[in-house]
């Protein structure tokens, strides 16, 4: 793959050349199977969810995918690996179909491993990231492979926002009230103009995992950020937050009053959180729906399983009647 420093300085550069990919998570939500598979490994119908990431950076025409790894989690890195052997083998026995597969998570971006020594947080993963960026880069993406956010494109609406407003963009997302706790929650106010086709807003605080009654607003961060460089330089002037960890969000909040445009695009769409098994389990059932080859027996299956357990479970019937 061409490395992006060999690009001339006046040939078309995508608006984004790096995304960082946190993945040095412990995976605790998904033991035993995460003793020995990373949480990231784990296929949404067949397709590892850090490919799914590989795939959506580089439709946005990122070149480099900084994977940032606890060192015992390298073993994710292999998967961006040629595999030549097995893809020949397969080649050899008219399987092109899955010697393609073997091959595109490869052909797609060219994945770096950026070692995280200590779990201190999501803020300090960022951090560890900033040298797999060329000197020249202004902006980093930030995509959290526990967050599938579809339809695609969301990045490339948050790319337009930035041309327009400058700083740095991020993805909102609708909950209830009584899921703000979990996440990086926005306090908004209109934006100063619009970008055709997203609905925009600008940020003027930002707080992590609030209580309900703390919470500013129901717009939550999903994990989805365009960040300006200059996120590195906060996230080394924050101090331990949330859970005593160096939280991204606080960094962006540092920014923001220290005077950096910070909007968000909020998604119109829906979004999967596969940080979980009951995020997870969904997120195939959706996927494996969609599937050209199990989706029409996966619905028949499903609807079986789901009249099944309502004769044996009454209650979730009358409880689904009164919602
Ligand atoms: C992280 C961020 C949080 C954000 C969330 C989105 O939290 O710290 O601000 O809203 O991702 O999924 P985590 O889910 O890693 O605890």
Redesign the pocket.
Known sequence: MQKSHDLAPDSAQPAVRTVVVPAAGMGTRFLPATKTVPKELLPVVDTPGIELIAEEAAALGAERLAIVVAPEKQEIMRHFGEFSALRNRLMERGKDEQAEKVSRANGLIHAVAVTQDEPLG?GHAVGCAEAALDAEEDVVAVM?P??LVLPAGVMEKMVRVREEFGGSVLCAFNVTEDEVF???VFDVVPADGDVAGVEVLKVRGMV?KPSKEEAPSTL????RYLLDRAVFDALTRITPGKGGEL???DAIELMIQEGHPVHVVVHDGKRH?L?NPGGYIPANVDFGLRDEKYGPALYTAIKQIIADFEAEHPEVLARGEQA
């Open positions: 999501l959290l526990d967050d979990n996440y990086g992590e939550v961060a999903t994990g939280q991204l969000t959180d940080g």
